[in-house]
């Protein structure tokens, strides 16, 4: 094979590389756009909203850090809960946390009289 058959080669796959991860993100998109309207996910649909695995949702769920109920043996999600879940772990920038710290600090400086 000669130098310009394996370039050629390797651009067509890298090219299909790219494709296939293109297909890939569009499947998701459209998976989470689909949940958008659903009120009560499965665990797959809740996996998906939150870009994690089944795996990882079953283990929040074991823990009880998770809203969901189970329905027999099946673990559902309100797709809302879900949502303010994830708004309430939300965890603070540096800068919003410096800013707490200065607020508390002039809330409790005594003024002299």
């Not at 459209?30 to 089944?54: H, R, Y």
């Amino acid at each position: 094979m000669k130098n310009n058959d394996a370039a050629l080669i390797k651009s067509i796959l890298e090219q299909i590389a790219k494709i296939q991860d293109s297909i890939s993100d569009i499947k998701r998109r459209t998976q989470v756009a689909d949940l958008i309207n659903k009120p009560i996910l499965d665990i797959n649909e809740c996996g998906v909203l939150l870009s994690m695995t089944s795996a990882q949702i079953y283990k929040l769920t074991s823990n009880q850090k998770i809203p969901h109920s189970k329905i027999g043996k099946h673990l559902r999600f309100d797709r809302d809960e879900i949502i303010v879940w994830v708004k309430e772990n939300r965890i603070a920038t540096q800068r919003e946390i410096e800013q707490r710290a200065s607020n508390h600090m002039n809330k409790n400086v005594k003024t002299p009289h």
